[in-house]
């Protein structure tokens, strides 16, 4: 049974002016999940005014008890953690294990962002001149626009949403189009959390209300996490409207694994982060680099792996492996297949739909080998369940090919050596290195983010996460009572 979703503007559920609509499917199932209001520039500058509304109380509420709505996020979230999972794995097929840690990454998210209300650290330092005090604060930027992808529906909004807020923002946020229903769910979160109306709006909607929000003569501050595509668009439309921008997009994350691994570890790390989420997430492990003398034990353990993941609706018991977000993605990730077979790979396992699986839009765990850098399967992000086997010689071989993408998220070294180790640490040239661990499973209290082509430089999370979300505002106090010039306008 579908259900009808709203925008979420000024405290209450509304539908498009224009009347418009969209629909959100089961990725599995194919069925109808929700009807959703479909936003245009008039929804987006409602959602504007609301929040111009709400800014100047929201930014004078004191931070500590901005921070305690956010605590309350956290526990309502804690109680809903099942349902919201539950709404998510069903509108975009991740399966329920996973969906419920998508819920508590943002659970931990809230708890660590209310804690800053009581931080929020700036830093003082000596000043020049006698009687004179100075000191560096953290002041809120106003209206920040918001775009967020399908993948994680409630843990990368939440990323956005709640360190903006703690830091005195007011919010419009565009979530993904296939998500519509879970995005909202997640909304009612902050209104029975006591969030005042207009603080936080959600428009609902694709890539023109996304266009809208970007370019909106009062929307200071852009956060986007997506496809590079999108993003670089977004950064140039902002960039021309002198926006501050924050992008987090693609990955072509790799692990290395040298001769010494601990195999058992690597095979269900590898698993892990090629198959989690169906290879849909910015951190997956789409490379393999793997040294000579470990690859066939390697290869032929994950190969038996690969074979045995249960596909299916996530819902369902025993579920490891859900589908495809929708049929756009699955021929996405089929065509890569035809460009792996122009370029001599060898498709070890998968590589196809499931002959037995007619509904929904799933594709197998895929190992190809054979490949070699440089081939358009081992730079281009398929976003996927598709692993590509490398196989070099050394350590700095493993190194060099791990660092000649385009992208620079997330990459990971299998070894017991600890002076390998060390080495993989100072020369990995990604945002996330992982020592025998995936790529994936990032925590909230770290900067989250990539070098290169992943990003602009910014990050997410951790103390690193308020950067996006506020100006410094640099104070002179001077007490002296007298007429008083810095030592540097004096200095001839
Ligand atoms: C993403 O895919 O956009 O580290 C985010 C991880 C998760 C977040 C992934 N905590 O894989």
Request: aromatic letters at 8%; one cysteine or more; proline letters at 4%.
């Amino acid at each position: 049974m579908s259900q009808t979703v709203n925008h979420f503007i000024g405290g209450q559920f509304t539908p498009s002016q224009s009347g418009q609509t969209f629909e959100s499917y089961n990725p599995a199932t194919e069925e109808l999940v929700a009807v959703a209001a479909k936003g245009d520039a008039v929804d987006v500058d409602a959602a504007v005014q609301a929040a111009k509304a709400a800014y100047q109380n929201w930014r004078l509420m004191p931070a500590p008890r901005r921070g305690e709505i956010l605590y309350r996020v956290a526990e309502i979230l804690q109680e809903r953690k099942d349902k919201i999972a539950r709404l998510m794995t069903t509108e975009m097929g991740k399966v329920l294990a996973e969906a419920r840690g998508d819920v508590q990454e943002a659970i931990d998210m809230a708890y660590y962002m209310g804690g800053e209300g009581r931080r929020l650290l700036g830093y003082t330092a000596p000043v020049e001149m006698p009687n004179k005090f100075g000191m560096a604060i953290r002041d809120s930027v106003g209206i920040v626009g918001l775009v967020t992808p399908w993948n994680f529906p409630v843990a990368v909004p939440s990323w956005k949403i709640l360190p903006a807020l703690v830091a005195g923002n007011c919010v419009v946020w565009k979530p993904g189009e296939d998500c519509p229903a879970v995005s909202i769910m997640f909304a009612e979160v902050f209104k029975d959390a006591g969030l005042p109306d207009g603080v936080l709006n959600v428009v609902l909607g694709a890539g023109e209300t996304g266009a809208a929000l970007v370019n909106h003569p009062d929307v200071r501050v852009i956060s986007f996490t997506g496809s590079t595509d999108t993003g670089l668009k977004v950064y140039t439309q902002a960039a021309a409207l002198g926006k501050k921008v924050t992008l987090e997009m693609g990955g072509k994350n790799a692990i290395i694994v040298l001769d010494d691994a601990n195999l058992n570890l690597a095979v269900d790390a590898i698993n892990w982060s090629a198959f989690g989420t169906t290879g849909q997430r910015c951190t997956a492990t789409s490379r393999l680099i793997v040294q000579k003398g470990i690859k066939s034990r390697l290869v032929e353990a994950l190969v038996a792996k690969a074979k045995s993941l249960k596909l299916g609706f996530g819902l369902e018991d025993g579920v490891e492996v859900g589908p495809l977000v929708n049929q756009k993605a699955l021929n996405k990730v089929s065509s890569y297949m035809d460009v792996a077979k122009a370029e001599g790979v060898n498709v070890l396992v998968g590589g196809k739909r499931p002959s037995d699986m007619p509904k929904g839009f799933f594709f197998e765990p895929t190992l190809l080998d054979g490949v070699k850098a440089g081939m358009r399967v081992e730079q281009e992000e398929i976003f996927g369940p598709v692993l590509s086997i490398i196989e070099v010689e050394t350590f700095e071989e493993a190194i060099r090919i791990n660092n000649s993408v385009k992208y620079g998220l997330s990459s990971s070294i299998f070894t017991e050596n600890v002076n390998a180790a060390f080495r993989a640490i100072r020369d990995l040239t990604t945002g996330i290195v992982y020592i025998n661990h995936g790529t994936t499973g990032a925590e909230i209290q770290f900067p989250f983010g990539g070098t290169r082509g992943t990003g602009n430089g910014m990050r997410e999370a951790g103390q690193a996460g308020l950067d996006s979300f506020t100006e410094w505002k640099s104070v002179y106090v001077d007490y002296s009572g007298q007429l008083q010039r810095a030592q540097i306008d004096n200095r001839e």
